[in-house]
């Protein structure tokens, strides 16, 4: 057996701390502000139905003297998005309101929908990162945030608050039937103020929840909705190439933790990235800040099932 020298040892280790720091630095000061947009096209609505262009932002986590990432919501703006979606954990400091809304700027003029996280209603505290691994693990809140000031600040410029409310708006002449919850990692969700089938006038309907916990994301199912939107993973924030995410800090799996996927039947999910980090874990790791642009698209028609012989699909004659 090969006797291995104490140097060799000591090199070793030196090179594997020299590599781990290396990995924080990039994760700390390089890939947490390396913004960028992704773009995805959904098939949720009616064949023949014009696009619908959506800018989904969520996990702001907003610290007032973050100028790199307010500079790059500015510029968003510049989509020209037919309709902004924000999944919630807008803030991280007391102070924070005033930035968050100068940052969305022209975005707010544009018709919006909105729910809140976490981190709007309590400020982020350190925690053991352990504790992401443990579902079931003892939630501790910091001190309140002005959640009600950025809810003033947002409706008085013409988003809907969607939080335990049904709203039915015309954006880019798509008749559009929405609903939204609490933030269920919190455990404030009460679907049923909001349960039941979508508006059938509408044309599209949308589900809007901060956190995507299974519980919530099947009661939209069951109800019909075409499309529902969430935030709150992160995209698991540190990702290990060709493993994926470690944890999602939710119910999903892992495989759903960013991006779209099919929830059911017929539901559509798209779960966003998030554009910020708490301030007590700064850092992101093969998983860069982002907003999405998704542009909604009809859906391709369904072909007449050959053994009908009456030209109706297979769901259709199971459904007379």
Request: include cysteine; charge should be positive.
């Amino acid at each position: 057996m090969p006797v291995i020298s104490t140097s060799a040892v000591r090199r070793t280790a030196l090179g594997a701390a020299g590599a781990a720091a290396a990995g924080i630095g990039y994760a700390t000061l390089i890939e947490r502000n390396a913004f960028v947009l992704r773009e995805a096209t959904m098939p949720v609505l009616a064949p023949g139905s014009p696009t619908l262009r959506i800018l989904h932002i969520s996990d702001l986590h907003m610290m007032p003297g973050q100028q790199l990432k307010q500079q790059w919501l500015r510029e968003l703006d510049r989509l020209e998005p037919d309709l902004v979606v924000n999944t919630g954990d807008n803030l991280s400091h007391q102070k924070a309101v005033p930035a968050v809304v100068q940052s969305l700027g022209a975005l707010l003029a544009r018709p919006g929908l909105f729910v809140f996280g976490s981190n709007d209603y309590f400020a982020p505290v350190p925690k053991n990162p352990l504790k992401y691994f443990k579902k079931d693990h003892r939630r501790v809140y910091g001190d309140p945030l002005p959640w009600k000031d950025l809810r003033a600040a947002f409706t008085e410029r013409g988003w809907l608050d969607l939080t335990h409310t049904r709203r039915d708006l015309e954006v880019a002449g798509i008749r559009i039937a929405s609903a939204g919850v609490d933030d269920p990692h919190l455990q404030r969700d009460r679907y049923d103020t909001v349960a039941g089938a979508p508006n059938q006038l509408a044309q599209l309907s949308i589900g809007v929840t901060h956190s995507p916990e299974p519980r919530v994301l099947d009661r939209f199912a069951e109800d019909g909705y075409d499309l529902v939107l969430a935030g709150h993973t992160h995209g698991g924030q540190l990702v290990v190439p060709g493993y994926g995410a470690l944890v999602t800090n939710c119910g999903i799996d892992k495989s759903r933790v960013k991006g779209a996927s099919q929830w059911g039947a017929h539901t559509q999910l798209h779960v966003s990235a998030g554009i910020g980090t708490s301030p007590w874990a700064p850092y992101r790791f093969c998983c860069r800040p982002e907003a999405t642009l998704l542009t909604l698209v009809g859906a391709p028609p369904k072909r007449p099932s050959a053994d009908t012989g009456h030209g109706i699909s297979t769901s259709q004659a199971v459904a007379r």
